[in-house]
């Protein structure tokens, strides 16, 4: 029945994920709208589920760049090729595609006042923020900040505000929750944070106008409709890009046009942003977008809650996740979903200890740990050798580091993904080992089933991940 129940859960996770896989694919030309108006954004963070994904930050799927670690601890040394590679492909995006604007990096920590704080830090708030004090130091005697405008702040995980600290030399921080605080008998929901005017009329700009089916902004975020720019993927990417290019136009403006954001946050944010000393002038835009969105995601998030059983906001607040993700390409999972165990540092035993430590706190000895394997493909594959290079053999030591942690006693799935496209495909691995997980407890799901090591093909491969695609939407 365990088993039984395993395989159901992750048969309902993949299905969840093939389809806003889908919706992105579609929607790829409104991202790449989106971006035409963004920095390049990179974000350091911990493996907490709470923190998890880019929804706090109005950034749709695959427009940030996430650096992981226990407690936000990340090696920014010289030595550690991982991560610079990927912070190096970030900075060559920004000068090819926004010249003239560094890309930005953020090392946020987290805490919490109702719930747990950060695990790693023993829940010490002001341990978790001189961690990311100091990541960002290193990084920026790293770095020129023509290229790279490095900035820390904290995540607070109840109603997902943000805290900015910005290196001026006069400690400017700027607080999403203190600024609700001080708006407090102004700005109560998240349309109020911005102008009737906005809210009302017609979305005209095309590329984004076919994605709303005829809604307003208004409508969007209003609660009495279920606050769909909030709870609907496709609804979410239009608004986001709505608001990304009007707020662009603002600061374009210099400020002198602002037919979009309510006038007196608008003020008191537009006024910090220009008193910080050294702030590139292309992060303006980018950086009020994020701010007045996280004000509205905030506020979101605190009508919601209140509404929730005592079941529900245990599970909000707390640790909620259901798997561990072990790997990379998770952009899509839903905030509190998963633990996540990231690869690349030497040494992955050491997350996927911090992983079942978090697990047991969540469930103690109760529940078999589940666990989902991903490798995530930067380019094409075209043949067997291609298939067990970039999957089968990393698939293979990943289970191994698994069985290392946690023995054999867990229920797991081995899947692989595109970069670009986020689809989960699963696999089977080969290699028993000296020790191997019951064949009961892993998902039997395998796409390449029965296909010859000449078979391995780009178009034969499309077409098993095309057929599997529409399969398990369908199912």
């Known amino acids: 029945m365990e088993n039984a129940d395993a395989n159901k859960f992750f048969a309902s996770y993949l299905k969840k994920n093939a389809v806003e896989a889908l919706t992105i694919s579609r929607m790829q030309e409104l991202i790449e709208y989106f971006m035409e108006s963004a920095a390049r954004l990179c974000v350091s963070k911990c493996i907490d589920g709470r923190v998890h994904g880019s929804k706090g930050k109005g950034r749709p799927p695959k427009s940030v760049t996430f650096f992981r670690g226990e407690g936000n601890i990340v090696d920014v ?10 912070l190096y492909k970030v900075i060559l995006d920004a000068k090819m595609n926004t010249p003239g604007t560094p890309a930005l990096y953020i090392a946020l920590g987290h805490k919490s006042h109702s719930g747990r704080g950060c695990a790693k830090h023993e829940s010490q708030d002001e341990v978790a923020l001189a961690t990311v004090m100091m990541q960002a130091h290193r990084l920026r005697q790293q770095t020129n900040p023509d290229e790279l405008y490095v900035i820390h702040g904290m995540t607070e995980t109840d109603y997902m505000s943000e805290c900015y600290h910005f290196p001026d030399g006069k400690k400017t921080v700027i607080d999403t929750a203190k600024i609700i605080e001080g708006l407090k008998n102004t700005i109560r929901n998240p349309d109020d944070v911005f102008q009737e005017g906005f809210l009302s009329q017609p979305i005209s700009d095309p590329k984004i106008a076919k994605w709303i089916d005829g809604k307003t902004a208004g409508d969007l975020l209003d609660g009495r409709k279920g606050y769909a720019m909030f709870n609907s993927l496709q609804y979410g990417i239009a608004m986001e890009t709505l608001l990304m290019r009007s707020i662009a136009g603002i600061a374009a403006s210099k400020g002198k046009v602002n037919k979009v954001i309510h006038p007196e946050l608008f003020k008191i944010v537009w006024g910090k942003l220009n008193n910080i ?8 835009g980018s950086l009020l ?17 209140p509404n929730m059983s ?3 906001r245990v599970k909000e607040l707390d640790h909620g996740e259901e798997l561990i993700c072990f790997g990379d390409g998770f952009e899509l999972l839903s905030r509190n979903s998963a633990i996540l165990a990231k690869i690349g540092r030497g040494d992955n035993t050491e997350a996927l200890r911090t ?8 469930f103690g000895e109760t529940k078999t740990p589940k666990i989902h394997m991903n490798i995530e493909v930067p380019g094409k594959i075209t043949s067997w050798n291609s298939f067990t290079s970039y999957v089968l053999n990393k698939l293979e030591t990943m289970r191994a580091e698994v069985i290392e942690v946690f023995g054999t006693n ?3 799935m081995a899947t692989y993904s595109y970069e670009d496209r986020k689809m989960f495909l699963p696999v089977q691995t080969l290699i028993y080992g000296r020790q191997s997980i019951d064949e009961k407890r892993v998902f039997p799901m395998n796409i390449v089933e029965g296909m010859q090591s000449h078979e391995y093909t780009e178009s034969n491969l499309v077409l098993r991940e095309r057929d599997y695609a529409a399969a398990i939407c369908a199912a």
Not at 77 to 86: I, L, S, T
Not at 289 to 305: D, E, G, H, V
Not at 355 to 362: D, E, S, Y
Request: aromatic share 14%; proline share 4%.
């Open 289 to 305: 977008y994020q701010i007045i969105f996280n004000i509205a995601y905030s506020l979101y998030k605190r009508k919601q809650i």
């Open 410 to 412: 867990v229920h797991i």
């Open 77 to 86: 040394g010289p030595r550690n090729a991982a991560f610079w590679d990927r």
């Open 277 to 284: 000393k050294g702030l590139p002038e292309g992060l303006r």
């Open 310 to 312: 005592q079941e529900e």
């Open 355 to 362: 992983a079942q430590n978090v697990w047991k706190h969540r």
